[in-house]
């Protein structure tokens, strides 16, 4: 938005641009003209100024060329009228004796985006590939690139193309680059630049020219070419050896993945190469740079799944400190928790055990969880720790460690008896409902081990009209069925209070079938509801880490120096094929974001009947420029969604008819995610006003919703913003969720007239 007074601050700088006593003194003029860039980065509009600007180009001075040349491209598009005056002085300048004013001026001439320009760089730029500078054929064999995207439809031209091809083999490397990455963008529809057998060993032998990013580059494009005998291939990985021991981590990466490329038929070759770049791999997680080292322990885990002891020796490389983010933080206990093992056990548990007090719940839980995956083979160790914890009676780490014990328990049944005998007292310190699970379950299964258990079970149940939490009382169901059979005399009279109260007043659809189908199994008799739920307390199988097989390293050698190690495969192949192979780069969450548990047999119907309503095949369908295309795309942690809604204006408010009746928070969730629509926050069914934040994908933006209804009576409000604009995705996020709220409102009418 321009500043107070820009209109002064225009007439006064125009006033000066035009002084012949300024236009004189040249310092003068540049200081002037060095106010004009300030204020225009600073967001006033400087358009007015544009015909003295282009005047100013007129001048032998490269600074004044310099910035004259960013105040034109920057404001080409909003005047292109005036910039095609400017096209005559720019032309004029790729004919000056001075290269550096050659290489300026065809630079900025193609940087301009406006209409029509193409027929006037085509000339410079063939000249310009031509051209006896250096300087010169770097901007001409870039401008190629830029003049084929200006026309993406238009024929590739095929003298270009063989231009750039025998640059491959210009003196100047970065030229050889440049011309590179020119023809893998004008290629692009074809495969990109082909890379045969003189073209690789060219690239070869001019390496050592190149700088580090060079280097990058021309190691990526070489992993298009297979030698044909094992000579050659020996030969190429002769002379690529030294670059593993390069100074710069994305070249020793680059090399890496060439290594293991070219020997996906030879193992020994992978597995030195590995060797070789262990060094620099243990450097890059000890980097200065936070997201570089978050990097290189993705690749770190991704070569332990093939060779688990190779880094073991340098096991505390891979300690936290206590300055680095938490995501760092739980990567490197990850990382820890695979190379624990006879010798360093000890110090592994003591490292982590100081991690369980941390400030940050989540990393306190962390490293409790990861204390119990080491406690899947060093038990007694892990199980002394983990009581230890409970004598803090804080509530984060006495449910992590209730979890961990559960998980324990079923895995190794050896820790039976000294868990059963550490809970006593734990229900007095656990509020969340995952901890309030584990208990349950501890408590149902292992019962006849704990003495007081029913009376902790009783607990629970006089306190079931306040748990929010379905699946705590789907917990507590089974948990005292089973409990049931085991002491029968303790638990009959809370047993049928139990289902006497989830049968007859429960809302929720799922606790009361689950209640039904535990009166109806009890019906058929004691010993049939045994063979029924008297399943095994473990299973030992599923807790074998040590001997585990590796994985070959062919199977993740192609995503070595990729971000799939990041974001995990599947994840980026799904990124790729959203956004056409340009992801955002968003921090992939994983976990149970998408699933949904619709609370009854109807409102399933209502919501599938719903996404059927709003997909392609809608009422009316939109034209070309409104296709319903929202997509899938990478979800927004609260935290983003909070900081893009605050920076963010309206784009479109609106108001949408309500369905009726206070619609099921589950219900309306799963409707929308059928649809591609994230639901990342919901009011309680009869909060008023009751609110909900949604985002969706749609055409390469976000779409970012509030919904507010202030009263019964009233409508639903929609708030929309979106980054970047973009008003075919505002059409399309629209037009899905009225169809949604449209639907849900006939299923809720078609339900209450069948009852």
Not at 139 to 162: H, R, S, T, W, Y
Not at 580 to 598: F, K, N, W, Y
Not at 645 to 663: F, I, K, Q, T
Request: aromatic content about 6%; some cysteine; hydrophobic content about 40%.
């Amino acid at each position: 938005m321009p500043y107070l007074g820009s209109e002064e601050t225009v007439k006064e700088l125009k006033r000066a641009l035009s002084n012949p006593n300024v236009q004189s003194d040249r310092l003068r003029y540049r200081n002037v003209i060095l106010r004009v860039i300030r204020f225009m980065t600073q967001g006033l509009d400087m358009a007015p100024l544009f015909m003295e600007m282009v005047k100013a180009s007129a001048t032998v001075d490269i600074v004044q060329k310099k910035l004259v040349y960013l105040f034109m491209c920057s404001y080409a598009t909003l005047k292109p009228d005036l910039a095609l005056l400017a096209i005559n002085t720019l032309l004029k300048d790729c004919a000056d004796p001075n290269p550096m004013v050659r290489g300026l001026a065809l630079r900025n001439m193609c940087n301009l985006r406006m209409p029509g320009i193409s027929e006037y760089i085509q000339q410079p730029i063939l000249s310009g590939l031509r051209d006896k500078a250096s300087y010169v054929r770097r901007a001409a064999v870039l401008g190629c690139a830029k003049m084929q995207n200006l026309q993406p439809d238009a024929e590739i031209d095929g003298a270009v193309v063989n231009e750039l091809y025998g640059l491959l083999r210009d003196q100047d490397p970065v030229v050889m680059v440049n011309c590179l990455r020119a023809l893998e963008e004008i290629l692009k529809k074809e495969g990109g630049v082909v890379i045969n057998k003189p073209i690789a060993h060219h690239l070869l032998n001019r390496m050592k020219d190149l700088d580090v990013w060079g280097q990058s580059e021309v190691l990526t494009f070489l992993l298009r070419y297979r030698p044909r005998c094992h000579s050659e291939l020996f030969d190429i990985l002769n002379l690529l050896d030294s670059f593993l021991g390069s100074s710069h981590s994305g070249v020793v990466a680059a090399t890496t993945r060439l290594f293991l490329s070219l020997g996906s038929a030879l193992p020994a070759v992978q597995s030195g190469a590995l060797e070789r770049a262990r060094g620099p791999l243990l450097a890059a997680c000890n980097a200065q740079s936070r997201e570089l080292r978050f990097v290189a322990l993705c690749h770190v885990q991704q070569v332990l799944r093939s060779l688990p002891g190779h880094f073991g020796a340098h096991y505390k490389k891979f300690f936290c400190s206590y300055s680095e983010p938490n995501y760092i933080k739980f990567r490197k206990m990850e990382i820890l928790v695979e190379l624990v093992n006879d010798e360093n056990v000890g110090t592994v548990l003591e490292e982590l055990r100081g991690y369980c007090t941390d400030v940050s719940p989540e990393l306190a839980q962390a490293a409790i969880f990861a204390i119990g995956r080491v406690g899947q083979t060093y038990s007694e160790k892990c199980l002394s720790i983990l009581t230890g914890l409970l004598e803090l009676k804080q509530e984060q780490i006495t449910s992590a460690v209730v979890q961990t014990f559960r998980d324990l328990v079923w895995l190794c049944p050896q820790c039976s008896e000294s868990v059963c005998a550490s809970i006593a007292g734990c229900e007095e310190h656990i509020q969340d409902s995952e901890g309030k699970q584990a208990l349950v379950w501890l408590l149902g299964v292992h019962g006849e081990q704990i003495p007081g258990s029913p009376y902790v079970l009783e607990e629970f149940i006089d306190a079931l009209k306040t748990e929010q939490s379905p699946a705590v009382k789907l917990e507590l169901l089974t948990a005292t069925v089973r409990l049931f059979l085991s002491r029968p005399a303790e638990t009959q009279d809370m047993l049928g209070r139990l289902l006497t109260f989830c049968i007859e007043e429960e809302c929720d659809m799922s606790v009361r079938d689950r209640a039904l189908f535990c009166y109806r199994l009890l019906q058929c008799g004691v010993e049939e509801a045994r063979r029924v739920l008297g399943g095994p307390k473990s299973d030992p199988s599923l807790g074998v880490i040590a001997g585990r097989p590796e994985e070959p390293i062919n199977s993740w050698a192609g995503d070595f120096n990729t971000l799939a190690p990041v974001y995990s495969r599947e994840d980026w192949a799904a990124l790729t094929a959203t956004t056409g192979g340009s992801p955002s780069l968003i921090p992939r969450v994983t976990g149970g974001a998408a699933q949904a548990d619709l609370g009854s047999a109807e409102e399933a119907e209502a919501a599938g009947s719903a996404a059927a309503a709003a997909a392609p095949a809608a009422p009316s369908p939109p034209g070309p420029s409104e296709e319903l295309c929202l997509v899938s795309g990478p979800p927004l942690s609260p935290e983003l969604f909070e900081r893009r809604w605050l920076a963010l204006e309206p784009s479109r408010r609106v108001s949408l008819d309500w369905p009726g009746g206070d619609c099921l928070p589950e219900t309306l969730q799963a409707a929308l995610q059928l649809v591609n629509i994230q639901a990342l926050a919901l009011s309680r069914p009869h909060a008023r006003p009751w609110k909900a934040y949604l985002y969706a994908h749609s055409l390469g933006t976000v779409v970012l919703a509030e919904l507010l209804r202030d009263t019964d009576a009233g409508g639903l409000q929609v708030t929309l913003k979106q980054d970047p604009e973009r008003e075919e995705a505002l059409s399309s996020f629209l037009t899905v969720l009225k169809t949604v709220m449209q639907t849900l409102g006939n299923s809720s009418a078609s339900l209450s007239s069948h009852d």
